[in-house]
T-cell receptor, first 116, second 117 residues
Framework: GNSVTQMEGPVTLSEEAFLTINCTYTATGYPSLFWYVQYPGEGLQLLLKATKADDKGSNKGFEATYRKETTSFHLEKGSVQVSDSAVYFCALLSAYSGAGSYQLTFGKGTKLSVIP | SAVISQKPSRDICQRGTSLTIQCQVDSQVTMMFWYRQQPGQSLTLIATANQGSEATYESGFVIDKFPISRPNLTFSTLTVSNMSPEDSSIYLC??????????????FGPGTRLTVL
């Protein structure tokens, strides 16, 4: 079955530090890959996505590149801010059952805290 | 994209009672989903609710406990029945948006924070 593995948290960084959150996946076929962010007390927001190999998703200074050869989709940001403190979820979307159904599979989430 | 609203945003309920959560989308969508997020955990899919058909439940979730309605393409409800403290979670509505003939992206509502005493 499909699975997503992301680095364990929590991660604590100082403001303006470089961020990497690792994400690897296992899936059949050609999944789409996503990063969602959950700010304290809120629902999930789509941060970025990539739908095929070598695509780079980007938003709000965050980037992630779909690497099929390493089955990875690591999230990066060059300079984090206090407002980036949140839980980040890596996810993949792939078809299953062959009947037009699909499934979104989540990683366990990584909590990021950015301190001034 | 899709804009999703949920009601209520939070509630505190007594053991043994039921709560119905509403989900409204700003556009017509075929596929709607209900998730549960227990404290400090990732999301778990409860069921898929497509308009015009019975909801499909994931392993560990049953219709008697989590009945779902999907009366049209923009609205759904999830009821948490006969609640116990173990049902204290965030419940999230989600929709699938189709592009190029396939489901492209899934969007989430703000969630309903349920505490059962």
């Amino acid at each position: 079955g499909n699975s997503v593995t992301q680095m364990e948290g929590p991660v604590t960084l100082s403001e303006e530090a470089f961020l990497t959150i690792n994400c690897t996946y296992t899936a059949t076929g050609y999944p789409s890959l996503f990063w969602y962010v959950q700010y304290p007390g809120e629902g999930l927001q789509l941060l970025l996505k990539a739908t095929k190999a070598d695509d780079k998703g980007s938003n709000k200074g965050f980037e992630a590149t779909y690497r099929k050869e390493t089955t990875s989709f690591h999230l990066e940001k060059g300079s984090v801010q206090v407002s980036d403190s949140a839980v980040y979820f890596c996810a993949l979307l792939s078809a299953y059952s062959g009947a037009g159904s699909y499934q979104l599979t989540f990683g366990k989430g990584t909590k990021l805290s950015v301190i001034p | 994209s899709a804009v999703i609203s949920q009601k209520p945003s939070r509630d505190i309920c007594q053991r043994g009672t039921s709560l119905t959560i509403q989900c409204q989308v700003d556009s017509q969508v075929t596929m709607m989903f209900w998730y549960r997020q227990q404290p400090g955990q990732s999301l778990t899919l409860i069921a898929t609710a497509n308009q015009g058909s019975e909801a499909t439940y994931e392993s560990g979730f049953v219709i008697d406990k989590f009945p779902i309605s999907r009366p049209n393409l923009t609205f759904s409800t999830l009821t948490v029945s006969n609640m116990s403290p173990e049902d204290s979670s965030i419940y999230l509505c989600s929709v699938g948006v189709v592009a190029s003939g396939r489901t492209d992206t899934q969007y989430f509502g703000p969630g309903t924070r349920l505490t059962v005493l």
